[in-house]
């Protein structure tokens, strides 16, 4: 019997993490286009999920937690809102539980933002 995450089969969850993932690294590094929208980021998974979906959250929290384990920061970051341009409360909830100390949501978005953008600019691997 193949596995499921979430609902999907393991293979699925798998490709959609690394779709996502090197979705976002592209973003990051360019310039002045670096945000992506739930919405955006949905129609460009190989699965079948919706904006809304929390499914969607768990999958953003496995690829920032990989990715901050990693001294690469938290790569979800420039996933946010089409209506007020910040991530989701499943962002910052996600960045407490690996150790994020803030007390300004808005601020320790920007720095985590600029942190990832910055990262990615740097490294071409």
């Known amino acids: 019997m193949i596995g499921h995450t979430h609902g999907f089969p393991d293979s699925d969850w798998a490709q959609a993490k690394t779709t996502a993932r090197e979705l976002l690294i592209r973003r990051a590094r360019l310039k002045d286009r670096e945000f992506v929208t739930y919405g955006e980021l949905v129609t460009k998974l ?6 809304t979906d929390p499914r969607l959250s768990y999958l953003l929290d496995e690829i920032s937690t990989e990715e901050y384990a990693e001294g690469r920061g938290f790569l979800t970051a420039l996933v946010v809102h089409q209506e007020d341009w910040l991530p989701g409360t499943g962002f910052f909830t996600m960045a ?13 978005f920007l ?7 910055e990262y990615w600019r740097a490294h071409r691997d």
């Open 46 to 51: 190989p699965l079948a999920i919706e904006p």
């Open 96 to 108: 407490r539980r690996c150790g994020a100390e803030y007390k300004n949501q808005e601020t320790f």
């Open 111 to 117: 720095e985590a933002f600029n942190y990832v953008v």
